[in-house]
T-cell receptor, first 111, second 116 residues
């Protein structure tokens, strides 16, 4: 399944399916991006990052794609598991010392 | 190696009271950031501090809010004369280096402030 936008949409997927979470960032000068996962009642956890000189980066079961032309970032989670249920935020680093976070996408994994 | 420690985890205050939120960064980290999160929203940058210095407070309201990171002890976010609109989760993050290009930004579990 796919979701678009920064207004906390909910993406529901079946366990074992692949998930794609999208993010549109605001500033063409942003040169560094991070995806965070936030479980209910907890702080954000770093998942994966990507710099603007790359268009793809892979981690364990996760892939981040960056399209600078349209200022779009996506997070792909392979073989989604119930433990992946959380809110996912993309964050863009414009200034030296702070990130701007989107509103997040809630991922709901159905067993 | 303990992570970023925040306390209290939950704080209830009446309008007009003061709230003090504390953050102990990870061992060896000298850079601290405070973010605020309203329900179903993303995190909003408030302030960036190094030991004894405020580096960037552009996201912090000019009145009633202050932050410090003393040479010894935790970083403190202080909210005076709280109003209901201050109710939120306040997250602290720490980093071993300034300039977040390394991605090494570690968040605490947050302090949830409720103003009655």
């Amino acid at each position: 399944g796919e979701s678009v936008g920064l207004h906390l949409p909910t993406l529901s997927v079946q366990e074992g399916d692949n998930s794609i979470i999208n993010c549109a960032y605001s500033n063409s000068a942003s040169d560094y991006f991070i995806w965070y996962k936030q479980e209910s009642g907890k702080g954000p956890q770093f998942i994966i990052d990507i710099r603007s000189n790359m268009d793809k980066r892979q981690g364990q079961r996760v892939t981040v794609l960056l399209n600078k032309t349209v200022k779009h970032l996506s997070l792909q989670i392979a073989a989604t598991q119930p433990g992946d249920s959380a809110v996912y935020f993309c964050a863009e680093n414009i200034d030296f010392n702070k990130f701007y976070f989107g509103s997040g996408t809630k991922l709901n994994v159905k067993p | 190696n303990a992570g970023v420690m925040q306390n209290p985890r939950h704080l209830v205050r009446r309008r007009g009271q003061e709230a003090r939120l504390r953050c102990s960064p990870m061992k060896g980290h000298s850079h601290v950031y405070w973010y605020r999160q309203l329900p179903e929203e993303g995190l909003k940058f408030m302030v960036y501090l190094q030991k004894e210095n405020i580096i960037d407070e552009s996201g912090m309201p000019k009145e009633r809010f202050s932050a410090e990171f003393p040479k010894e002890g935790p970083s403190i976010l202080r909210i005076q004369q709280v109003v209901r609109g201050d109710s939120a989760a306040y997250f602290c993050a720490s980093s071993p280096t300034g300039g977040l290009n390394t991605g090494e930004l570690f968040f605490g579990e947050g302090s949830r402030l409720t103003v009655l």
